[in-house]
């Protein structure tokens, strides 16, 4: 089963930020939170990772709470283009670990003009 | 374009026919998984190698699924005896050496059993 929690969908406008939340209760002390996205018809695709700190990249930031229980992805500023599936996945470090991935059914970003 | 490509992007196959699916990682990648996705779920992983050596295999991978990396670059995934149940979408990704690494996926390749 998936470890993480996330909305089924949500709807943003173009332009605005797109906040999408993930709860990890049960994460461990090791693991790391990965987000993927899928837009259709598409492989998923890597956006950004953090242990316990916010990271920022050229994609998104992510935001996770001191007790490391949920976290956030904001989009600042939304496109048609970012119209996709949200994979929030918590796993531990290791080599090859991204086989030890489980992907739970994400939240679904409609971006509306 | 030197991301993960795979081939075909589509098959059509009928029930009991055999097929096999190509995957070229990124060149440096030296990890190579297969995952399968159906309709509206996430990918399931299937399968994992390091170089040539296949290390994991997943328990969704039945006798009937085969996966190879002869020479540690390019991946065959083979379905013999193909059934209905087995329609889904195919995905390869590659990820480098690392304690650490995301995985860069293909296309994928979507199986439809009829």
């Known amino acids: 089963d998936a470890k993480t929690t996330q909305p089924p969908s949500m709807d943003c406008a173009e332009g605005r930020a797109a906040n999408l939340p993930c709860n990890h209760s049960?994460?461990?002390?090791?693991?790391?939170v990965y987000w993927y996205r899928q837009i259709h018809s598409q492989g998923p695709q890597y956006i950004i990772h953090g242990l316990k700190n916010n990271e920022t990249n050229e994609m998104a930031s992510l935001i996770i709470t001191e007790d490391r229980k949920s976290s956030t992805l904001i989009l600042p500023h939304a496109t048609l283009r970012d119209t996709a599936v949200y994979y929030c996945?918590?796993?531990?470090?290791?080599?090859?670990?991204?086989?030890?991935?489980?992907w739970g059914l994400g939240t679904s970003l409609a971006v509306n003009p | 374009d030197t991301g993960v490509s795979q081939d075909p992007r589509h098959k059509i196959t009928k029930r009991g026919q055999n097929v096999t699916f190509r995957c070229d990682p990124i060149s440096e990648h030296n990890r190579l998984y297969w995952y399968r996705q159906t309709l509206g779920q996430g990918p399931e992983f299937l399968t994992y190698?390091?170089?040539?050596?296949?290390?994991?295999k997943s328990r969704l991978l039945s006798d009937r699924f085969s996966a190879e990396r002869p020479k540690g670059s390019f991946s065959t995934l083979e379905i013999q005896r193909t059934e209905q149940g087995d329609s889904a979408m195919y995905l390869c990704?590659?990820?480098?050496?690392?304690?650490?690494?995301?995985?860069?996926f293909g296309q994928g390749t979507r199986l439809t059993v009829v």
């Open positions: 990704a590659s990820s480098p050496t690392g304690w650490h690494t995301e995985a860069f």
């Open positions: 190698f390091q170089n040539e050596a296949q290390l994991e």
């Open positions: 996945i918590v796993f531990p470090p290791g080599a090859g670990n991204n086989r030890k991935l489980i």
């Open positions: 049960t994460i461990s002390g090791n693991e790391y």
